[in-house]
């Protein structure tokens, strides 16, 4: 240490607020040089001689002083009294104590919150709702038919008991567009299709069994234009219903198109039908002709012998029949059946004319539900009564 | 000081036994004035009971108490400005012939003889006229120096100035007083 350095710690050496090190370098300093030394013995003689007496303040000063404290406190208006509040309370929280007392019941306490019981160990849960629930717009669209005309369609499916007046499938997930997906969502396109053609046949079948047969007519002739499994039976049994509700003259035309249809399975019933309506209508010559058409089917070979038997024995038929009976096989005179058939029925030069039942056909799904039925022909087994009825139960004109 | 803003009395009685009398002390030689410096020092000590809330900590507990006299000798010496400083000689009452200033901060303790009393009394005058030759602010430091018995850390956060110009106020200060003592010692020579 040098004079200079030994001059700005000087007063620091005097009043002892050196640390050891720079002290004992001060005090090595101030024994080898005479001027440092005579300055610190001059400043330590002149500190020592200067100490001030203290002077002891007035009897009862400090009473004084924590007489207006008390005062103070006791006339603190009370926000002040609130924020000394305060700060007591603060200076409480600051307490190392409380703090961890505070993060520990912090940590309780979100432990409680966010830890959750685990499945099953809790009892059962019961979930309401309420509310009326909406249908998810945006996420399914309804699904147009290509082959129904948009006029024909809307009635069928409105018709259809229970059924949505749009089919609805869900839309592709975005990203789904490679083939196998594709593939997989037209096979379920397909069966949603023919699922709901057959809901539809049900339908139709129902009401036409139920005596409904207008409704019966406009949900067959539905199924009929939308083209679809049930297209040709549709059309037929909307002949049918047509005939019993509205009556021959009505109902001809359309025999007369399913008869001229390619559906073999059919056309032998339609011709059947039509036949009959022709011979209550009068028209015995046509009629004469239809039957003998159905002579070649085994079906309905008998009871289109006996409707010609009946035609020719109230002397209808004229040269037709003439023809006919030409070209017909021998009846077998017991049976009244043809040797080709023997079965129910009478000859055709029968003694008494007893009614023509028409073949029976009734849809499986009737029966059985199934989506997909067939029509069902029963061959005549006896003499058919003389008016025609249906073997289904008599359906009620509305 | 913490206990007393937790609400605790007792504390605030030690904090004014332990300071009243440096405090008063520091005052009294700011304004030589007995009665007001009693006045001043009891309003310090009631600013520390008003302000205890607002103590944070930051500082110690003497540094704000020694910040709060000076501000408040400040004020005072301020209204007073128009007014002559007291001699040590003058009367303290209206008794002409009662205690001066002078009588009142010499020793309380002097030596049974009494030349050395009078010396003494004498020596006390003269560093007493020494110190108010002093400029303010080398007085200020002195006081809190050799009072209030602050560090000069602690002097130079009171005065609001830097730790070296303390130090240095305080070596003139010293110097100043050597300066006295030397004419005393010449003075008390010629006594003998």
């Known amino acids: ?398 | 000081m913490a206990r007393y803003q937790r609400g605790d009395r007792d504390a605030f009685a030690n904090l004014v036994r332990r300071h009243k009398t440096k405090v008063y002390n520091f005052i009294l030689r700011h304004l030589r004035n007995p009665s007001t410096s009693e006045d001043i020092a009891q309003e310090v000590f009631l600013r520390v009971v008003q302000k205890a809330g607002d103590f944070k900590h930051e500082a110690r507990f003497t540094t704000w108490l020694y910040t709060i006299a000076r501000n408040l000798c400040i004020d005072t010496q301020r209204k007073q400005s128009l007014r002559k400083h007291p001699s040590l000689d003058q009367p303290l009452g209206d008794d002409p012939e009662g205690r001066t200033l002078g009588s009142n901060i010499e020793d309380r303790h002097p030596s049974s003889s009494v030349e050395r009393s009078f010396v003494s009394g004498q020596l006390a005058g003269y560093i007493m006229n020494a110190l108010d030759t002093l400029p303010p602010d080398q007085r200020e430091v002195f006081f809190l120096r050799e009072i209030a018995n602050l560090p000069f850390k602690e002097i130079a956060e009171v005065t609001a100035t830097g730790e070296n110009t303390v130090k240095s106020r305080m070596r003139y200060a010293l110097e100043r007083l050597q300066g006295a003592l030397s004419e005393f010692e010449d003075y008390a020579r010629e006594l003998k």
Request: one cysteine or more.
């Open chain 1, 1 to 398: 240490m040098d004079c200079e350095k030994f001059d700005r710690v000087l007063m620091d050496l005097l009043y002892d607020e050196l640390d050891e090190v720079t002290r004992a370098a001060a005090t090595r300093h101030s024994d080898q040089c005479r001027r440092c030394r005579e300055l610190l013995v001059s400043h330590r003689a002149t500190r020592e001689s200067t100490s001030l007496p203290l002077t002891e303040p007035p009897d009862g000063f400090e009473s004084r002083i924590m007489a207006a404290e008390a005062r103070f406190r006791s006339h603190l208006p009370w926000p002040q009294r609130a924020a000394r509040a305060v700060t007591i309370l603060s200076g409480y929280a600051m307490r190392p104590q409380l703090a961890m007392a505070a993060l520990l019941l912090l940590t309780i306490g979100s432990s409680l919150i966010l830890l959750r019981p685990k499945p099953g160990s809790h009892g059962s849960v019961v979930v309401t709702e309420s509310g009326v629930p909406q249908k998810e717009d945006s996420l399914i669209v309804p699904i147009e038919e290509p082959a129904v005309p948009q006029a024909a369609a809307a009635p069928a499916a409105s018709e259809v008991a229970g059924a949505e007046p749009h089919r609805t499938t869900e839309l592709p997930a975005p990203g789904r567009g490679d083939d196998l997906e594709q593939e997989k969502g037209e096979t379920e396109l397909d069966l949603t299709r023919s699922k709901a053609e057959d809901d539809a046949f049900n339908v139709a079948m129902a009401s036409y069994r139920a005596g409904q047969l207008l409704t019966a007519q406009k949900q067959f002739d539905v199924l009929f234009h939308a083209g679809g499994k049930h297209s040709a039976q549709a059309e037929l049994l909307a002949a049918q219903a047509t005939e019993k509700a509205l009556g021959c003259p009505e109902a001809l035309a359309r025999f007369d198109s399913v008869a001229a249809g390619t559906s073999q399975e059919y056309v032998n019933t339609a011709l059947w039908h039509s036949a009959n309506c022709r011979k209550q209508m009068g028209e015995t010559k046509r009629a004469a002709l239809d039957f003998e058409k159905l002579l070649q089917t085994p079906v309905y070979a008998e009871a289109a012998k006996r409707a010609l038997n009946e035609l020719e024995a109230v002397g209808e038929g004229g040269p037709v029949l003439a023809e006919a009976r030409k070209n017909r096989a021998p009846v077998d005179p017991k049976s009244g059946s043809t040797s080709e058939h023997a079965g129910a029925g009478g000859s055709l030069g029968g003694k008494a004319a007893s009614p023509v039942r028409p073949p029976r056909f009734e849809s499986k799904t009737a029966a059985r539900s199934a989506p997909a039925p067939s029509l069902e022909r029963t061959p005549p087994k006896k003499a058919p009564p003389a008016a025609v009825k249906p073997a289904a139960p008599p359906p009620k004109a509305q």
